[in-house]
């Protein structure tokens, strides 16, 4: 069985960086998408980021474009998203998916979750 292993995140001040990590263990397993979403207090969880694992192409959340970067290393089978400059309202558990969808936009696309990490940002 395939699962999805998340590392990474916790407490940033305002401005600060975090990264999350998103690795593959069980049986060997080649993605066609990866996806972070993320869940706020009292909010439905939220795509914040995905990318095409075979040419990289990406796709971010209006709020996070420029500020977070999504990418994987295929040796490794590992996904990754870098967060920079945080804001309040970037305090969500984090979430790494996994698809075997091309072009999967929707959390029915992604049949595999990661356990989610918690970031919290400070003000």
């Known amino acids: 069985q395939v699962q999805l292993v998340q590392s990474g995140g916790g407490l940033v001040q305002t401005g600060g960086s975090l990264g999350l990590s998103c690795a593959t263990s069980?049986?060997?397993y080649v993605w066609n998408a990866q996806a972070w979403f993320r869940r706020a207090p009292g909010k439905q969880r939220?795509?914040?980021?995905?990318?095409?694992?075979?040419?990289?192409?990406?796709w971010y959340l209006g709020s996070v474009m420029g500020r977070f970067t999504i990418s994987r290393d295929n040796a490794k089978n590992t996904g990754y998203l870098q967060l920079k400059s945080l804001k309040p309202d970037d305090t969500a558990v984090y979430y790494c998916a996994g698809s075997n969808f091309c072009g999967a936009t929707t959390e029915a696309d992604y049949p595999v979750w990661g356990q989610g990490t918690q970031v919290t940002v400070s003000s």
């Open positions: 069980g049986r060997p």
């Open positions: 939220e795509l914040v980021a995905a990318i095409d694992w075979r040419d990289g192409a990406t």
